[in-house]
């Protein structure tokens, strides 16, 4: 079945650096989604990509689909103590009802 | 607050009881999905809805989990005969017709002693 990878498990960063985290994929997807998750929260949708190769970026966050649609990265520049949280990526499940199978996530940390 | 709610958001229960948990998704979302997530794990796909027919579930399920949306609107999951293996955040998310995107409840928090 298809299977998503996050890499690295843990990223610890002082404020003002930068962050990237990947994910990879066994097979080729249709599309793919990034999530956050706060500490003692729930996952919180952030954006979905489709096309091949495509770039969106929201504010501090660059979100970057792979030309074969096998990988994806979000990059955080000048991390704030505020992006702390673990990001998820996730892509839709073997059927097209919209179920994800997600990543283990990255988890940030900021020392401020 | 139209988002997701679930109920409770948190149980303690010893091995071997039944428990239900209530998720009640946004309005006009047709779609209901049953996560379950450890530590240091994301979620997992438990078992979905489209209105009140399930139309999929995980394999990795057991027979001591049952799921119900009986109106199309609410939904809940029973775990029976509990297990410690059954703690763990049960996460409800929703979502409308032709989106991909789930909106996720805060999810109930399941231990088992």
């Known amino acids: 079945g298809q299977q998503v990878m996050q890499i690295p498990q843990y990223q610890h960063v002082q404020e003002g650096e930068d962050f990237t985290t990947y994910c990879n994929s066994s097979t080729t997807l249709s599309n793919i989604q990034w999530y956050k998750q706060r500490p003692g929260g729930h996952p919180v949708f952030l954006i979905q990509?489709?096309?091949?190769?495509e770039v969106k970026k929201q504010k501090r966050l660059t979100f970057q689909f792979g030309e074969a649609k096998k990988n994806s990265s979000l990059h955080i520049t000048a991390t704030q103590t505020t992006d702390v949280g673990t990001y998820f990526c996730?892509?839709?499940?073997?059927?097209?009802?919209?179920?994800?199978?997600f990543g283990d996530g990255t988890t940030l940390t900021v020392k401020p | 607050d139209t988002g997701v709610s679930q109920d409770p958001r948190h149980k303690i229960t010893k091995r071997g009881q039944n428990v239900t948990f209530r998720c009640d998704p946004i309005?006009?979302?047709?779609?209901l999905y049953w996560y379950r997530q450890t530590l240091g794990q994301g979620p997992e796909f438990l078992t979905y809805?489209?209105?009140?027919?399930?139309?999929?579930k995980s394999r990795l399920l057991s027979d001591r989990f049952s799921a119900e949306r009986p109106k199309g609107s609410f939904s809940t999951l029973e775990i029976q005969r509990t297990e410690q293996g059954d703690s763990a955040m049960y996460l409800c998310?929703?979502?409308?017709?032709?989106?991909?995107?789930?909106?996720f409840g805060p999810g109930t928090r399941l231990l088992v002693l």
């Open positions: 809805f489209q209105n009140e027919a399930q139309l999929e």
């Open positions: 990509l489709v096309k091949s190769g």
């Open positions: 309005s006009e979302h047709n779609r």
């Open positions: 998310a929703s979502s409308s017709a032709g989106s991909e995107t789930q909106y």
């Open positions: 996730a892509g839709p499940g073997n059927t097209n009802a919209g179920k994800s199978t």
